[in-house]
Every structure is written in C-alpha cells, then in structure tokens.
C-alpha cells in the first residue's frame, strides 16, 4: 500500500532544483504520515532525483512516528517503476523515527550511483512497525548534482 499523501514535487507541482553547471544543489521534500501509513513493509516516494543527476550527500529529518516503546524502524532508497520496492537502497533500519531528528545517510550506494536517462524517486519504508503509530513528517534532503 501506497501512503496516503502525496507532495507538489510528487504531483509535478513543483519543479525539481536541477544544477546549472558543476555545483551542488539540494531538494528537500517532505511527506506527511498518518499513522495508518506506519504498517510493516508499508512503501512510498518522497521525493525525486532529476535525469541526469547523481546524490552526493543525504539527510533524513523524521518527527517521532512511534509514541510506544520505539520500534520503528525506516529503510531509504529508490523505489522501482511500480512504487512497490527499491531497485537500490541507500539505508536500512535507520532509528530516527523513533523519537524524532536527524540522521545522515552515509552508504556506498548512494555514492557510487550512477545517472539515468529519467526521473527516479527517493521512497520510505516501514522495516519494523512501530508500537505506537503516531502521525508525522519526514524529510529527505537530496544533495545533489549533474553527471
């Protein structure tokens, strides 16, 4: 199952930041959970990496999403066309959810990504369900820059 909510940059409302020459830039996106959205295996997109680009830093910024004994647990990567898994993950069993902050994702996959000819989402897995599902945001912010 699909989350419930969507985003402007998911929705094509908002344009992706795409570089202009050799620097850096970043794209923030957020998706807001509602606590039927936290069930296990539970998957959906955030955000987008434009064609043509590749990640050079990552962030996830999570509300606390689990009010019980935090067993919340959360997975990153890009989702395959259909929505419903990663063709690559960039991180598993991230705790951040549990009570809310920020966590740098430092993987090799990330880092040794190569660029593609189109669009590819940035999604969110519920590895571990939480005790207590509680309603929040999480962000996903995207460094990157052209290949």
């Keep these: 199952m699909a989350f419930t909510n969507s985003n402007d940059i998911l929705q094509g409302r908002t344009n992706t930041v795409f570089p202009s020459g050799s620097e850096v830039v970043v794209q ?4 807001a959970l509602l606590a039927g959205d936290l069930t296990l295996n539970n998957i959906g997109a955030v955000g ?29 990567g890009l989702l395959n066309a259909a929505g419903t898994a990663f063709d ?22 990330l880092l040794r990504l190569a660029k593609a000819s189109g669009d590819r989402k ?13 309603a929040g ?11």
């Design 137 to 147: 945001s999480v962000f996903i912010h995207t460094h990157y820059r052209a290949a």
């Design 88 to 109: 690559t993950t960039f991180a598993t069993g991230l705790t951040v959810a549990q009570a809310g902050g920020v966590v740098q994702v430092l993987s090799a996959n």
């Design 48 to 76: 987008v990496l434009p064609a043509g680009c590749v990640p050079v830093a990552m962030y996830v910024d999570s509300a606390e999403l689990d009010s019980g004994t935090n067993t919340i647990t959360l997975d990153i």
């Design 122 to 134: 940035i999604g969110v897995k519920v590895s571990a369900a939480p005790n207590v599902a509680q």
């Design 28 to 31: 923030p996106a957020s998706i």
